[in-house]
């Protein structure tokens, strides 16, 4: 009898080949939180966003698109936190200078990594980067205030930072070495914004004056300095620092004549609310305080922008105002007026028609064009909305979602059918997509009916338009390759919030279910009854992952990584069997080759990569696959008889994408190091295009990748 499983090695290689690719993403537009926007003070047309998932982004003005900028960051060992990106700073004097700080999380926890700061001379082309010693939280409480970083208007080559666990920091060298600065108070670690107070002659105050603003209650919330951080002063009489109890800073913003705009809270948001909130400006000449809150309701507010071309001219953006929703607030004199801008406004899907149905929320920033006072952009928490006639009065005001190139969703499930649409997906937040075409935001928007975040997706081999979309709730099926979505009529009585995986056998006909903690349910009938299926009596009660091999629609297969056990069915679902295999690592995940009956492929991460084509009796583990985190199949190369496969993971010393065209005797590396793209949620290989390849990422949408010179839309 042959081993269970075995090890099928290859000769060593000094180098893995690589063949040139062609990375560009599937057409959504936005699908996340895009924390805050910044203009260049002095180029017209400069505008860089930050995201809480997805880095950094630069909009090309002759395009009208959005430039990803940190696609070189990885995914593996929480890597993709750089993606996290907490501040923005710009340095006025030279527009090709940029700088970013990043990281997710701040608190004691090791996968909690410490920040890092990238600067760059080419406009976020290229980047250098420093590990200071610092914490960001760029996807926690408080991501969608000001600015943390800014550059001394006078001297760029002086930047400073202020942290979410350690104060602020400077550097003298354009961003090379950092310092925390010790003149700052030690206990007030957790900064909202930094600020410059302008240069301007209309400013009656010190030309290089520092404001920093402190996430505390106690009353110290907004300190100055003079002399670029060496001393500084605790502000008098500011909001924050009153008998009914403390605010904080939320943003701060300099008008034409360098009075400065500010919202206060007692909480940051997005998701905490603050009971003690409003809008004040300061008169940095008389140093007075001026309460000018716009009209009272629900939420708080939270972005503040001052036009810096005309005195007065101001807009403010409420945050959890969930009835009647969250709203934009104009004024022409200083605060002393305002009036909503947004709810009466017309409001643009763009090319986006998804982002017509979602309600602007997590509207923490608002930013006027410093060239053009009708030019402004808010952000939420699904994209961001852009007007070029502010000044008009609504409904005659547009607003516009301005997301193009700027895809920010996390699809956790992807299916390119040999047949219908070349990509069906599941995402997080706003459920998922058919793209009839890659290079288009679907008219129709995202699935019907919606299930908000979606994570399971599939479709049967032999009838690849009946497909499965699932999350911890609910199941949806689908006959027409996700034009539309029905529910079962019936469920397993099993079936309750968590693992919930159901799978079409190869014919479509037949429907395996595995609930978690629970045998697997078998329907016969389109979902109409349900009937428990008997394991060996020594298969433990387990969470069973389903898959369904893609040519014979009599073979199930059900895998638990816990305890390592495969069972086979080769009668429909019927009945089960444990594999003659033994001693198998713990495998992620297993997937029947597409055309080929029997044929199992499985993942372990680390431990590699394995293979059967006896219906999973036994393995072969793949070398020099030294870890796979993700794989699928797509169209075989001219000659060959095994679909291509390509994972994500590491051959050698090397970690990417990779491409065989040989059912894994050989490998071609299909990315370089600037194309990493985060961590990855699912790969798709595509049945019709030879090489082309979609990625789920966490947080810049799907990527979509083909050799270079052969781009087919």
């Not at 993403?25 to 260049?40: K, L, P, S």
């Not at 104060?167 to 950092?178: E, L, P, V």
């Not at 709810?343 to 997590?362: D, I």
């Not at 369904?548 to 990584?561: I, K, N, P, Q, T």
């Amino acid at each position: 009898m042959l081993p269970a499983l075995v090890m099928f090695a290859l000769p060593a290689a000094t180098a893995v080949p690589a063949q040139p690719y062609q990375w560009t993403t599937v057409e959504i537009g936005g699908g996340g939180f895009v924390t805050g926007t910044i203009f260049h003070p002095t180029e017209r047309g400069l505008v860089y966003a930050r995201t809480d998932v997805g880095g950094a982004y630069r909009l090309d003005p002759s395009t009208r698109r959005w430039i990803a900028l940190n696609d070189e960051i990885g995914g593996l060992n929480n890597e993709m936190q750089h993606l996290g990106v907490m501040s923005l700073a710009l340095d006025p004097n030279d527009a090709n200078r940029v700088y970013i700080a990043t990281g997710q999380y701040a608190g004691p926890e090791s996968w909690k990594l410490p920040s890092r700061v990238y600067r760059s001379t080419d406009r976020g082309e290229s980047w250098a980067l420093e590990t200071p010693g610092f914490k960001m939280a760029g996807n926690g409480e408080g991501r969608g205030t000001g600015e943390r970083m800014v550059v001394d208007p006078a001297d760029g080559s002086n930047v400073f930072v202020g942290s979410n666990d350690a104060g602020i920091w400077r550097s003298k060298d354009h961003g090379a070495t950092w310092k925390r600065l010790a003149s700052f108070p030690a206990d007030l670690n957790n900064l909202t914004f930094l600020q410059f107070a302008p240069t301007s002659h209309a400013n009656p105050g010190p030309a290089r004056r520092l404001y920093a603003a402190v996430q505390t209650l106690d009353g110290r919330s907004l300190w100055s300095s003079d002399d670029l951080g060496e001393s500084w002063t605790e502000m008098p009489g500011h909001p924050g620092n009153n008998a009914e109890g403390g605010m904080m800073p939320l943003q701060g913003s300099f008008d034409a004549a360098g009075v400065f705009y500010t919202t206060w809270g007692d909480a940051t948001g997005p998701n905490k609310w603050a009971k003690r909130h409003g809008v004040w400006k300061l008169s940095i000449d008389a140093k007075t305080w001026t309460h000018i809150q716009p009209p009272a309701g629900q939420g708080f507010f939270a972005g503040i922008s001052a036009d810096a071309r005309v005195p007065g001219h101001v807009v403010a953006t409420t945050l959890l105002r969930w009835w009647p929703g969250d709203e934009v607030f104009r004024s022409t004199d200083g605060g002393a007026s305002w009036k909503p801008v947004l709810r009466n406004a017309t409001r643009s899907p763009g090319n986006s028609p998804w982002s017509a149905k979602p309600k602007p929320h997590w509207m923490t920033d608002i930013d006027i064009d410093p060239f053009d006072s009708d030019h402004a952009i808010f952000n939420t928490g699904f994209g961001l909305f852009r007007t070029t006639n502010l000044t008009a009065e609504p409904p005659a005001l547009t607003w516009t979602f301005f997301n193009d190139g700027l895809e920010e969703t996390v699809p956790h499930g992807l299916v390119s059918p040999p047949e219908g649409p070349p990509l069906v997906s599941v995402i997080a937040d706003y459920c998922g997509f058919r793209h009839d075409r890659l290079d288009t935001s679907p008219a129709r928007g995202t699935h019907e009916p919606s299930s908000g975040s979606t994570s399971v997706l599939s479709s049967a081999g032999m009838v690849p338009v009946r497909m499965i979309r699932q999350n911890r709730k609910s199941t949806h099926f689908s006959l027409d390759a996700g034009i539309s979505w029905k529910a079962f009529s019936t469920t397993p009585p099993t079936v309750s919030n968590g693992h919930n995986r159901a799978v079409f056998a190869a014919d479509g006909r037949a429907i395996l279910w595995c609930p978690a903690q629970s045998p697997p349910y078998l329907s016969t009938d389109g979902g109409a009854t349900w009937t428990e299926r008997s394991l060996p009596q020594d298969a433990p009660s387990a969470t069973w992952f389903p898959c369904a091999d893609r040519v014979d629609a009599g073979l199930f297969y059900l895998w638990d990584a816990r305890s390592k056990q495969l069972l086979v069915s080769r009668d429909g679902g019927m009945t089960f069997t444990r594999s003659a295999a033994r001693d198998l690592p713990g495998f992620h995940e297993i997937r029947s080759v597409p055309g080929m009956r029997g044929h199992l492929w499985a993942n372990a991460g680390n431990n590699g990569f394995y293979r059967s084509a006896d219906s999973g009796a036994s393995f072969t583990k793949i070398a020099p696959t030294r870890a796979v985190h993700r794989f699928d199949f797509g169209k075989a190369a001219q000659g060959s008889q095994h679909p291509a496969v390509f994972i994500w993971g590491t051959i050698g010393e090397t970690t990417g994408f990779f491409r065989s065209d040989d059912a894994g005797t050989s490998w071609t590396r299909i990315n370089d190091d600037k194309h990493q793209f985060g961590f990855i949620n699912a790969i798709a290989g595509d049945p019709r295009v030879f090489g082309r390849v979609f990625l789920g990422t966490s947080g810049r949408g799907v990527v979509v990748g083909q050799p270079a010179g052969e781009a087919d839309r």
